[in-house]
């Protein structure tokens, strides 16, 4: 639970940084927002893994959060990774992403083998996920 609450944590970071130099020079310091989101892709990872360090994360939560964009998540080590890829490919799927792919193809993807979902199992998850988001927007 906790992987999925801090996986992208590092993106607060990039944000506030780029907010505080703003702050400093609001002029001089101008970035369009497809830099940004740049920026906040390249760099949550590796700043999301800094911060756990720094707040004593234990190590299997710090590499799921550094981790989580690898491309082969196969190995019974790279679990939580994947379980934590697995949902942020799945928000994507169904919209509920900063990158929304409505058609994105889940089962060819690396971390939904090494988790032995297949077609099946993923079709009946990207409902279940579409149906919380909705019972969620209903909320607010």
Same mark, same amino acid.
């Given at each position: ?38 920026f906040t892709d390249a760099l949550h990872c590796s700043i999301g893994e800094v911060l756990c360090q720094a707040w004593n994360i234990p ?8 981790? &989580?964009?690898? %491309?082969? *998540? ?10 934590? +890829?697995?949902? @942020? ?9 900063? &990158?929304?792919? %409505?058609? *994105? ?10 988790? +032995?979902?297949? @077609? ?21």
């Amino acid at each position: 639970f906790l992987a999925g609450l801090l996986h992208d944590i590092g993106r607060v970071c990039v944000l506030r940084g780029i907010t505080t130099l703003r702050k400093r020079d609001p002029k001089g310091f101008v970035l369009p927002d497809n830099t940004i989101g740049e920026f906040t892709d390249a760099l949550h990872c590796s700043i999301g893994e800094v911060l756990c360090q720094a707040w004593n994360i234990p190590a299997e939560l710090s590499d799921a959060i550094k981790r &989580h964009h690898d %491309p082969d *998540l196969t190995d019974p080590k790279d679990t939580l990774a994947a379980v934590v +890829q697995v949902a @942020d490919l799945m928000a994507a799927k169904i919209g509920a992403s900063l &990158h929304p792919e %409505p058609n *994105l193809k889940l089962v060819e993807r690396p971390a939904f083998t090494g988790l +032995q979902l297949d @077609d099946v199992k993923i079709a009946m998850l990207v409902v279940e996920h579409e149906d919380e988001c909705e019972s969620m927007s209903k909320l607010m």
